[in-house]
Nanobody, 126 residues
Framework: QVQLVESGGGLVQAGGSLRLSCAAS????????MGWFRQAPGKEREFVSA???????????DYADSVKGRFTISRDNAKNTVYLEMSSLKAEDTAVYYC????????????????WGQGTQVTVSS
């Protein structure tokens, strides 16, 4: 069982930045793919970004087109934590952001994700 706890959400003006964190309670954290999804009111949960082990000391990162160049995902295996650095935020980034975990690679399909955090609200004012 994997427990995920997000933090770092809040209210920010358009153009601003936020950093989300997700702490995982799992012994083999380095072997898990970690990701972020978001869900705006009235919309489906959508993929934002993921990071997963691709061999050796290399981790592969993946981004939705809507956040490429603005968001950066990273992880600290010593702290069992994954981060999402968000910059140049737009009103359309407003959503509840969920941390996700899967063994191996993180799928873009929300219904196939094994583990979820409780979510953290990000509100971008225009």
């Amino acid at each position: 069982q994997v427990q995920l706890v997000e933090s770092g959400g809040g209210l920010v003006q358009a153009g601003g930045s936020l950093r989300l964190s997700c702490a995982a309670s799992v012994r083999t954290f380095s072997q898990y793919g970690m990701g972020w999804f978001r869900q705006a009111p009235g919309k489906e949960r959508e993929f934002v970004s993921a990071i997963f082990w691709s061999g050796g000391s290399i981790y592969y990162t993946d981004y939705a087109d809507s956040v490429k160049g603005r968001f950066t995902i990273s992880r600290d295996n010593a702290k069992n934590t994954v981060y999402l650095e968000m910059s140049s935020l737009k009103a359309e980034d407003t959503a509840v952001y969920y941390c996700a975990a899967d063994r191996g690679r993180v799928t873009h399909t929300a219904r196939l994700i094994d583990y979820w955090g409780q979510g953290t609200q990000v509100t971008v004012s225009s």
